[in-house]
């Protein structure tokens, strides 16, 4: 029998690679870098098998989606920011058994999920870039699951995380699940992003940002969740937030009992909120 035991909310910020390269931004993002290395630290000391991603930078606009390769390799340039990401490599084994199951669990719940074992169906940088710091050597299985659902509803998306601990339960891995995205995600409009590079675009977002990681320190779940649907729309979350919705699917929405852990302090990026939390696992 399977378990979950790790449960990851966290920043896949192009400028983290920026980071790591010469230049007046050299060292900008060490403290989430740093974060997540932890992270995956504990993961393999915990004898985590396979990430499971929810990948706020894979969009679909109908249907949900897991990336099933038992193999996941290529060279990824991003479209989005191909300034900052490009011809970046990388190489993770897949798990499509623990895919499969949970396929076959949502669309039993009513959320038609497809599972896709294709070579050409590469990863996206919301996956690729927190595995590059949680799974450097590549030891730890992943999947990745599209965690921003156009068309679909965040009760929906709740659904698929109740399907994938199911599964989970099924299956004979040791899971971690990483809800990979911002908090709130207003990005500065063009002629003014390189210059708010560090810094959030409303002041409203951060201080509901602010009091939302307090809620999850002091493990008011029940009020941080009837509050997600608003904070989604009027902080623009990010990939609606479906990946937090998903999560929380996972841990037994407002029947979740832990209290979050900040490991890397919240931050502001490109007028974005954005953090890495450890939300404890029974």
Known sequence: MGEIVMAIKCTHVPSMLISEQPGPAHGCRQAAIDAERELGRRALELGVDTFVVFDTHWLVNAGYHINNNAVHKGNYTSHEFPHFIQDLPYEFPGNPELGDLIAEEATAMGVKTRAHRVPSLDLEYGTILPMRY?????????????????????????????????????????????????????????????????????????????????????????????????????????????????????????????????????????????????????
């Open 134 to 282: 949680m799974n450097p050597e590549g030891r730890i299985k992943v999947v990745s699951i599209a965690g921003w659902s156009t068309f679909g509803s965040l009760e929906e998306s709740r659904i698929l995380g109740e399907a994938l601990a199911k599964a989970v339960a099924r299956s004979n891995s040791k899971v971690a699940i990483v809800a990979s995205g911002s908090m709130s995600h207003q990005i500065w409009e063009n002629r003014l992003v390189e210059e708010g590079f560090n810094t959030i675009s409303r002041e409203f977002n951060k201080q509901v940002d602010l009091r939302a990681l307090q809620l999850w320190e002091e493990g008011q779940w029940a009020t941080f969740l009837r509050m997600l649907p608003e904070y989604a729309e009027y902080c623009t979350g990010e990939g609606k937030m479906h990946d937090t919705a998903m999560l929380f699917g996972a841990l037994g929405w407002d029947k979740y009992e832990g209290k979050a852990e900040i490991v890397c302090p919240y931050f502001e990026s490109s007028g974005t909120g954005q953090v890495v939390v450890s939300l404890p696992v029974a």
